[in-house]
């Protein structure tokens, strides 16, 4: 298993994509590459179909897959609101990598598990591995997800939304040699493993809380009082610091397995909270939420992103003791980067503090695709990170 990245910062697309291919291939001992990412800016979204043969073809890649976002990340470095390249190219021995492209008719289907097992030519006894890239504009990320969840129950996926800008035709997907729309994807199988990192960006405040009256989006009591009076008095517990946060950042988060004894970071999916009504004493969040649940306040600005990414980071670091990480997919929010910490590069360098100074590539997303527990999510403003390493 051998990872090779570049980034350009190339105005012209035909200079940019010369310059990772030079480096890239310059990196690279082996001759071929059985897989490259790419990742653009849509500053070169016009000219950028004729240069999809051109990598493949110089590359010898089985699959290329990628594309535009908002910034793009490789080589340690974030390139944000300017014209920007980021490749990665990775000879895998060993792995079998099946490309795949979906569009939004597919999912209005009334279709079983079993009619994805075929149309991907894969069952869960494979225990595929994916990698997905949707068009947020043209297909719906949501329900694409819960594809993948029932069709492959315990099967992690990693990805993020295609951003670039605010109209669809910001946006583009990479297959081979093709720009398409939908959703783009690959499922790895074989002798490798790849650990996931989701880190939400939010610190834990006050106590587990149990939904104990709610419907849909509503919830009217927390631990048998108003919800709304359980948040207040867990805000008026904090510190002035924490105060003042939670008045402009307070979310919501959901214990995702439910089973465990303690909960922590890691342990919540984040939502959140969109309103409160005093006469009711209920709270609006951003996700359907039932009787039974656990959940707990959050609160988010740089440095709990901070801090959480570092948490997130240090307990990847003993899995990687002994055989070192290869290469590292970042996909991150389009809110976080130099709009957040400012100062450029910040989520880049924290991983590769964890990881080594390895090959990378990744975008800012329009939304954020990770596992949490045993399940896969669509996230906000979080980093979704995979570090590759080979099987024991």
Known sequence: MQFASAMSREVQTAAAVAEVLDSVTSQLSEQSAHLSLVFASPHHLKDFPNQLQVMQERLSSHTLIGCTGGGVIGDQQEVEQRPGLSLMAAHLPGVIITPFHIEQPELEQETSES?????????????????????????????????????????????????????????????????????????????????????????????????????????????????????????????????????????????????????????????????????????????????????????????????????????????????PAQGALVFSCNGRGAHLYGKPNHDSEMIAAATGDIPSAGFFCNGEIGPIGTSNFLHGFTASVGIFQEKV
């Not at 989006?217 to 510190?239: D, F, K, M, N």
């Open 115 to 323: 009619y994805w097992h075929d149309r991907l030519g894969l069952s869960p006894d494979d225990k595929p591995t994916f990698i997905l890239l949707p068009d947020p504009y043209v297909i719906d990320p949501r329900k694409l997800l819960d594809v993948f969840n029932s069709a492959y129950p315990l099967r992690p996926v990693l990805g993020g939304l295609a951003s670039g800008g605010q109209s669809q035709s910001s946006c583009a997907l990479f297959l081979d040699g093709e720009v398409l729309h939908g959703a783009v994807g690959i499922a790895l199988q074989g002798d490798f493993v790849l650990h996931t990192v989701v880190s939400q960006g939010c610190k834990p405040i006050g106590r587990p809380q149990f939904v104990t009256r709610c419907e849909d989006q509503i919830i009217y009591e927390l631990s048998g009082r108003p919800a709304l009076e359980v948040a207040r008095e867990t805000v008026g517990e904090l510190s002035p610091e924490d105060q003042e946060l939670a008045r402009t950042a307070l979310l919501i988060g959901r214990v995702v397995d439910e089973y465990k004894e303690t909960f922590e970071r890691g342990d919540f999916l984040i939502r959140t909270l969109l309103g409160a009504d005093p006469k009711s004493g209920a709270i609006a969040v951003g996700e359907t939420t039932r009787p039974g649940q656990t959940v707990q306040l959050h609160v988010r600005d740089a440095d709990t992103a901070r801090e959480d990414l570092t948490a997130m980071m240090d307990a990847l670091t003993p899995k990687l003791a002994g055989r």
